[in-house]
C-alpha cells in the first residue's frame, strides 16, 4: 500500500518479485549528459516530479510535496539538485498510485510515490536504481487477536485488508497465505477505514506507512510486526517507458548512495522503522 502503503524498486501489479539493482536503469550515464541543458525534460528547464494525493507522512508533510519534508520530498529534491535543477526549477504534479505505472506517456519527468519495481510494471514503465527497501508490516487494532499474534502462520485466519495493485497484496498472499482471500480496497483510505469499522481483523501495508497509521490515523491501533516482502520490496524512481532521463536519475541515485546523503536522509525520516518486532 502506499501510504497508509509499496520496491530494481518494487512497483506492484501482482508479484513481488523484482529484477536486480543492475537491470534497473543499467544504462551508463556521463555527468556531461545529465544536466538541465541536456535532459529532454517534459517542459524545458523544468524537472516534474509526480506523486499521489493526500502525501503522506513520513513520505512528505503536511500533505506539501514542495517543501522538502520527508523522506521522498527530500530524496526528489536531492536528485532534482544531483542533475543540476534548483529547487525553484522543480514542479510537481499529481499522479494517482494505480495509474503511475499504467502504459501510456506520462506526463512527469518521474514520480516517487512508495512504487515497487516488479517485472510486471517493468514491462509497462522505466525504474531507477532502488533509493529504498521496505519492509512490510501487519496493523491492527489493540486488544484484538491479530494483535497478539507473534508469527505469521498466527494470522492465518484473520481477516486482512490491503489496498489493490500494492506489493502488499502480493506480500500477503505469499507470506501469510491466509485461509481466507485478503480484502482489497481502492484507496490507503479504504484500508484504513476498514480496520476502524472492524471490517478486517488487520491491514498490511508498508513498515514506514504503518507507523503513521498508528500515531496518527487509527487510534488504538498497534504494529503486529514486519516481514520482509518476498524478493525485496524496492523502491524506485518510475519513469516513461525508455525515457532519456532514466539513466541519468539512476546515476544521481547511485551518486547520493555513494556521497552518504541517501543515508542521511532515510535516518533523518524512516529511522523509526527499525524497531518493530519481526514476524517469521
Known amino acids: ?37 541536456k535532459l529532454d525534460t517534459h517542459t524545458k528547464g523544468v524537472l516534474t516530479i509526480a506523486t499521489d494525493k493526500p502525501a503522506y507522512p513520513p513520505y512528505f508533510e503536511d500533505d506539501d510535496p514542495t517543501n522538502g519534508k520527508g523522506f521522498e520530498s527530500a530524496v526528489a529534491y536531492a536528485i532534482a539538485d544531483q542533475l543540476g535543477f534548483a529547487k525553484a526549477d522543480v514542479k510537481w504534479t499529481v499522479e494517482p498510485f494505480n495509474s503511475s505505472y499504467a502504459p501510456g506517456p506520462k506526463d512527469f519527468d518521474f514520480d516517487v510515490n512508495q512504487i515497487s519495481i516488479t517485472p510486471p510494471r517493468e514491462k509497462a514503465v522505466d525504474f531507477s536504481t532502488p533509493y529504498y527497501t521496505a519492509n512490510q508490516a501487519v496493523v491492527a487494532l489493540k486488544g484484538s487477536e491479530a494483535a497478539g499474534a507473534r508469527s505469521l502462520a498466527e494470522l492465518e485466519d484473520a481477516k486482512i485488508g ?15 497465505d491466509p485461509s481466507e482471500d485478503p480484502q482489497v480496497f481502492n484507496s490507503s483510505n479504504d484500508v484504513i477505514t476498514a480496520l476502524k469499522n472492524g471490517q478486517v481483523d488487520a491491514v498490511v501495508v508498508d513498515l514506514p506507512t504503518a507507523l503513521y497509521v498508528t500515531a496518527v490515523q487509527v487510534e488504538d491501533s498497534t504494529v503486529v510486526g514486519q516481514f520482509p516482502a518476498p524478493g525485496g520490496d524496492r523502491w524506485g524512481a518510475l519513469l516513461d517507458k525508455g525515457s532519456p532521463l532514466t539513466a541519468c536519475v539512476s546515476k544521481a541515485i547511485e551518486d547520493l548512495k555513494a556521497s552518504g546523503e541517501l543515508a542521511s536522509i532515510e535516518q533523518r525520516w524512516m529511522s523509526q522503522a527499525a524497531g518493530a518486532p519481526e514476524l517469521r
Open 162 to 176: 490491503v489496498q489493490i495493485g500494492t506489493t502488499s497484496l502480493s506480500a500477503v498472499e505469499d507470506e501469510i
Open 1 to 37: 500500500m502506499k501510504k497508509l502503503l509499496a520496491i530494481a524498486l518494487a512497483l506492484l501489479a501482482s508479484a513481488c518479485g523484482s529484477s536486480s539493482d543492475e537491470d534497473t536503469g543499467s544504462t551508463v550515464a556521463s555527468a556531461s549528459d545529465c544536466t538541465p541543458g
